[in-house]
């Protein structure tokens, strides 16, 4: 406010159409803009609350384009199924490809299981009891 009214004294209190903006850098905190509870923990002082997940699995599967004629598109096929699974342990790697039967069936089986042994790893020993989500992460 006060710079206001010294920019106001220097035009002698005329209406000014351009308003010239200071150029303040905006911070470069993604962990923070990309996290909505991290962000509404910060922003209500409660940042000592946040727990964040350690342990995880992620999952990929390479396709092959398989087409078909009289269609117009061609269709991706699963080819490879690969997982990675950190938990407090260890870190184990898990394959799957075409030449296995029933191959994405097995590594979903696969995954259902380490998935138990992540959520019991990601828990705190000051948590309320609750349902947990296993944090998946996926590309392709």
Request: glycine share 2%; net charge positive.
């Amino acid at each position: 406010m006060d710079t206001h009214k010294i920019e106001c004294k220097q035009n002698n209190i005329k209406i000014v159409k351009y308003v010239t903006l200071k150029k303040f850098p905006k911070p470069f905190v993604p962990h923070v803009t990309s996290n909505k509870t991290y962000r509404y923990l910060l922003s209500h002082n409660q940042k000592a609350e946040y727990k964040p997940t350690q342990y995880y699995l992620t999952f990929r599967f390479q396709t092959e384009i398989q087409k078909v004629p009289g269609r117009n598109h061609p269709i991706p096929t699963p080819a490879i199924v690969a997982s990675t699974i950190k938990t407090k342990n260890y870190i184990k790697q898990i394959f799957y490809d075409q030449s296995q039967d029933n191959y994405v069936e097995k590594q979903f089986e696969q995954i259902f299981i380490e998935a138990k042994q992540i959520r019991n790893d990601n828990k705190y020993a000051d948590e309320v009891p609750q349902y947990y989500d296993v944090p998946v992460i996926g590309f392709d």
